[in-house]
């Protein structure tokens, strides 16, 4: 929904946005860099673990996809308890033993022992990505939280983008102390997100009456504001969803459709996460250091596209046409990659990556504008467990289709034919009075004041009507 408060320019409510721009966004990005690391760097290590573990295509799949299992088991009570101790406790807690667990990946030893680490590390990330959402709506005005999100959400890319980088070194490191490179790989990535988390702790703070590098005047802007757009969207709502169970309200037909569309998105997100270096060793003459080089075209490219099209959302104050857009561009590059030669298929995941990642951003800003305050923490984490469940149903699948085929062909034709129908649930998208209350919110108490400069960002789209 619209914000019930835009900030004026040189404002309290101005300056509180902009530090938190600059102090919390900033360390969220870094976070979900960690995050995407340790959850993806087995792609880059696979045929390592083939060789030296004995872990084939099919069993890598399984492994890789049963952490998103753990995570869509344990993504609700994980946010229930994050509103119980705070984002500050509750977001430690998850890097620290994410970390953790990641870093024990460097003793694998068989198959099993995979299937257990990779289980654990879905429970210890559980309730990160909803936290980060819940923590925007608490945090920053409706007309800030599609740039906050989509910023944040860029992070996914940019580790994407440089994981290939950084893992090639590392692998190299084979046999330096006795180690091989993919031990140093899983070792050295998990004690960075322990290294994160603790300076996290340091540094967020779960209200906003406990951020001391706020002002006074700040805080008191900052919380009116969003306090007021939460009163707002609650009279919207009116009585009959106020009287509304929040676990029926979890099974709204509105929200069923947010979680198929945000299947269909993860599933070549995470298609591409595992298998993209698999794809890429198809080009004759590639080693580790050049397939991590190449495999991080494709983000490069999502990155630059997630930014453009969050920009052209804001601008058009509606994402619904744009998310439609991407989920098109997905399915068409995905579908040209699984025809063409291997350099060429290369440049099609390009496209591909384009389409998917922007997808992501322009998708979270539907919901957040459209669910009532009082499902809002459980409705997000419902719709990112079921949604991530495509998280495993992409690897598993591309490992059973390769151990097969020997290739991977089918499995981007499904992947664009699920782009496809994710764009069709677009359109059933609609707005309902139980979930939103009237098309029109009420008129805001203050007069539209100029867009705030670059450093806040401009406003968020609108939800899709």
Request: glycine share 10%; with cysteine.
């Amino acid at each position: 929904m619209p914000s019930a408060h835009v900030p004026r320019s040189g404002s309290p409510l101005d300056s509180a946005v902009a530090k938190v721009f600059r102090r919390v966004v900033p360390l969220f990005v870094v976070m979900l860099i960690c995050n995407q690391l340790n959850r993806s760097n087995i792609g880059y290590a696979q045929t390592h673990l083939e060789t030296d573990v004995g872990i084939g295509a099919a069993a890598y799949g399984l492994g890789a996809g049963l952490f998103f299992v753990a995570y869509a088991i344990f993504e609700l009570p994980s946010n229930v308890l994050m509103e119980r101790y705070g984002p500050k406790v509750w977001l430690t807690r998850i890097m620290v033993s994410w970390g953790a667990v990641s870093a024990a990946m460097a003793f694998v030893n068989g198959p099993e022992m995979f299937y257990v680490l990779r289980f654990l590390l879905g429970v210890a990330e559980a309730g990160f990505f909803p936290a980060i959402i819940f923590y925007f709506s608490r945090w920053l005005p409706g007309s800030h939280r599609g740039r906050a999100t989509a910023m944040f959400v860029a992070g996914s890319s940019i580790a994407a983008a440089i994981s290939g980088p950084v893992s090639g070194p590392l692998l190299s490191l084979h046999g330096f102390l006795g180690f091989a490179g993919w031990q140093w790989l899983f070792g050295l990535e998990g004690l960075l997100s322990i290294v994160v988390g603790c300076v996290a702790y340091r540094l967020l703070d779960s209200k906003i009456e406990d951020a001391k590098w706020l002002s006074a005047p700040e805080q008191e802007a900052l919380s009116a504001s969003v306090r007021l757009e939460d009163d707002a969207r609650r009279a919207e709502a009116g009585a009959k969803a106020a009287s509304v169970s929040r676990w029926r309200l979890l099974l709204h037909p509105q929200v069923l459709v947010f979680c198929g569309i945000y299947f269909a998105i993860q599933l070549s997100i995470y298609a591409n996460t595992f298998w993209l270096p698999s794809i890429v060793r198809r080009i004759e003459g590639t080693n580790d250091v050049t397939v991590g080089l190449l495999s991080s075209l494709p983000w490069i490219c999502a990155v630059i596209a997630m930014y453009l099209a969050g920009r052209a959302s804001d601008r058009m104050g509606r994402s619904k046409p744009l998310l439609i857009f991407s989920l098109l561009v997905a399915a068409g590059g995905t579908y040209l990659a699984a025809i063409a030669s291997p350099v060429v298929a290369l440049v099609f995941l390009c496209v591909a990556a384009m389409g998917f990642k922007s997808a992501s951003p322009l998708f979270w800003t539907i919901p957040q504008g459209t669910m009532h305050p009082a499902v809002l923490a459980p409705a997000i984490a419902l719709v990112n467990s079921l949604g991530n469940l495509g998280g495993f149903v992409a690897p598993y699948g591309f490992g059973l289709v390769k151990e097969a085929t020997g290739q991977v062909t089918y499995g981007l034709y499904a992947l664009a034919l699920s782009s496809l129908v994710g764009a069709a649930l677009v359109l059933l998208v609609r707005r309902d009075r139980s979930l939103t209350g009237p098309t029109q919110p009420p008129e805001a108490p203050e007069t539209p004041q100029p867009r705030p400069g670059p450093e806040a960002g401009p406003a968020s789209p609108r939800p899709a009507s």
